[in-house]
């Protein structure tokens, strides 16, 4: 099996996307594509970023000012 591209674990999927736990769930209950089967945590380089180009074409609602 070619295994290029796929994160095996939470940590190595956090590492990739540069967020925390919270955030990883958030995204995983948003609908981001990961398998999770027994605890063990998989996903794909290729279908994270498909996930995040459709996540981030939502309209945004207010902005609040930093």
């Known amino acids: 099996m070619d295994r290029a591209g796929l994160l095996d674990g939470k940590n190595e999927i956090m590492d990739y996307l540069r967020c925390t736990e919270h955030k990883l769930l958030k995204y995983a209950r948003a609908g981001m594509p990961?398998?999770?089967?027994?605890?063990?945590?998989?996903?794909?380089?290729d279908n994270i970023e498909d996930f995040f180009r459709a996540y981030t074409r939502k309209k945004v609602g207010k902005i609040d000012d930093y």
Request: net charge positive; hydrophobic share 50%.
């Open 34 to 45: 990961v398998l999770v089967d027994g605890g063990r945590w998989l996903a794909h380089k």
